[in-house]
Antibody, heavy 126, light 107 residues
Framework: EVRLAQSGAEVKKAGESLKISCQGS????????IGWVRQMPGKGLEWVGF????????RYSPSFQGQVTVSVDKSITTAYMQWTSLKASDVGMYYC???????????????????WGQGTLVTVSS | SYVLTQPPSVSVAPGQTARITCGGN??????VHWYQQKPGQAPVLVVY???DRPSGIPERFSGSNSGHTATLTISRVEAGDEADYYC??????????FGGGTKVTVL
């Protein structure tokens, strides 16, 4: 069974750093993208960024580029998302996802989110 | 960026059919996926590649996509189908790959 196990809830102050984690199991970790989707309180879903553990290729949403860093440690099949300086606006539930990926008939990327972790709630106080 | 428009809410009686739309410019030329999110839970993929269902998803869930509208149809609605539903397409240049979500209420 494919499983994504995320680290626990975090309560931080604005300006602090944070690194949350997601351990994948039940599949060959280096063969699939892995990444993050945010859901702010009472709001919809936003994609943040993904990484391909096989070659460390990364993709970021324009909204999150430069704001967070997505990384992996293949040796422990774990993905991370980190902030160097949290803002109050970073509050939300962060879901680890294992996207499925392929190229469509025109050669364009297609990602969809087949497997989800349980979520890590990040609370930031000012 | 590419914008996906969903109605905020849809209400349906048990046993009836719910249709959740996802509008976008020429969305029929794109590939659409759908997610169900129940309160306090992570989203679940219910339809991918416009019309396919992951294993374990009931046949009551079906998808279609043509022109400027994609549709998720839930037949014979049950109380357990009450949830938020999101459509999704992929555009790596866009901030927004998800629709805004539709809350389905079972009357």
């Amino acid at each position: 069974e494919v499983r994504l196990a995320q680290s626990g809830a975090e309560v931080k102050k604005a300006g602090e750093s944070l690194k949350i984690s997601c351990q994948g199991s039940g599949y060959r970790f280096t063969n699939y993208w892995i990444g993050w989707v945010r859901q702010m309180p009472g709001k919809g879903l936003e994609w943040v960024g993904f990484i391909y553990p096989g070659d460390f290729d990364t993709r970021y949403s324009p909204s999150f580029q430069g704001q967070v860093t997505v990384s992996v440690d293949k040796s422990i099949t774990t993905a991370y998302m980190q902030w160097t300086s949290l803002k109050a606006s970073d509050v939300g539930m962060y879901y680890c996802v294992r996207p499925s990926f392929y190229f469509d008939s025109s050669g364009s990327d297609v990602f969809y989110f087949e497997t989800w972790g349980q979520g890590t709630l990040v609370t930031v106080s000012s | 960026s590419y914008v996906l428009t969903q109605p905020p809410s849809v209400s349906v009686a048990p046993g009836q059919t719910a249709r959740i739309t996802c509008g976008g410019n020429n969305i029929g030329s794109k590939i659409v996926h759908w997610y169900q999110q129940k309160p306090g839970q992570a989203p679940v993929l219910v339809v991918y590649d416009d019309t396919d269902r992951p294993s374990g998803i009931p046949e009551r869930f079906s998808g279609s996509n043509s022109g400027h509208t994609a549709t998720l149809t839930i037949s014979r609605v049950e109380a357990g189908d009450e949830a938020d539903y999101y459509c999704q397409v992929w555009d790596s240049a866009s901030d927004e790959v998800f629709g805004g979500g539709t809350k389905v209420t079972v009357l």
